[in-house]
């Protein structure tokens, strides 16, 4: 248990379908983080928030929208995917997002496959 | 910009074998080093750090050392077990207009056999 928890695990969802993923970390972190891991891929960071602003948007595609109402929660919203997009969605939080020696801590992850 | 080299795997080992997994980077500045653990079916967890040169990080027998003359932080281990069967990740911590962001490696799967 990390602390920081991940819902669903498994996502099934159509190319037109709308879908949410969620992250809760219950640790007094002020930064959270999606990543992207695909198959013989490097994880790939798409979003930071700090302390509730984006700080980070790595080239996402808007069909990937991310919200964080407050410090403890990160969602990422999902419309009109492509099969591409079928990965493991990881929420990360840390401390705060300043400071190279800041440690992440991940979720689980949610497993997304687009039909 | 910043990037983080690992050997391909599967690492393919019995158990109490000798464990060397490498890794080499590329950055900027002075990054910190970390290497993350994946176990089947979990997210990332942090197995050790390094945040300067010579410094040497070391978790559940596990060791790796910044070594800046030679841009690596090689992960070894003296006697593997079943359990430490699990896909590891390289990754680099950099400032990036005062946010620090990781940059992983494509992460290298170990198997250990009894």
């Known amino acids: 248990e990390t602390g920081v928890t991940q819902t669903p695990r498994h996502l099934v969802m159509g190319m037109t379908n709308k879908k949410s993923l969620k992250c809760e970390q219950h640790l007094g972190h002020n930064a959270m983080y999606w990543y992207k891991q695909s198959a013989k891929k490097p994880l790939e960071l798409m979003f930071v928030y700090n302390f509730k602003e984006q700080t980070e948007n790595n080239s996402v595609p808007s069909r990937f929208s991310p919200e964080c109402p407050n410090s403890s929660h990160l969602f990422l919203h999902l419309h009109t995917l492509q099969p591409e997009d079928s990965a493991l969605y990881l929420c990360?939080?840390?401390?705060?997002?300043?400071?190279?020696?800041?440690?992440?801590?991940f979720g689980a992850g949610t497993r997304l496959s687009v039909l | 910009g910043d990037s983080v080299t690992q050997m391909e795997g599967p690492v393919t080992l019995s158990e109490e074998a000798f464990l060397t997994i490498n890794c080499t980077y590329t950055a900027t500045g002075y990054p910190s080093l970390f290497w993350y653990v994946q176990y089947p079916g979990e997210g990332l967890q942090l197995l050790l750090k390094?945040?300067?040169?010579?410094d040497k990080g070391s978790n559940k027998g596990f060791e790796a050392t910044y070594r800046k003359e030679t841009t690596s932080f090689h992960l070894e281990k003296g006697s593997v077990q079943v359990s430490d069967s699990a896909v590891y990740f390289c990754?680099?911590?950099?400032?990036?207009?005062?946010?620090?962001?990781?940059?992983f490696g494509k992460g290298t799967m170990l198997l250990v056999s009894p």
């Open positions: 990360a939080s840390s401390l705060t997002a300043g400071g190279a020696t800041n440690i992440q801590y």
């Open positions: 390094a945040t300067k040169a010579d």
């Open positions: 990754a680099l911590s950099a400032l990036d207009s005062g946010y620090s962001t990781l940059t």
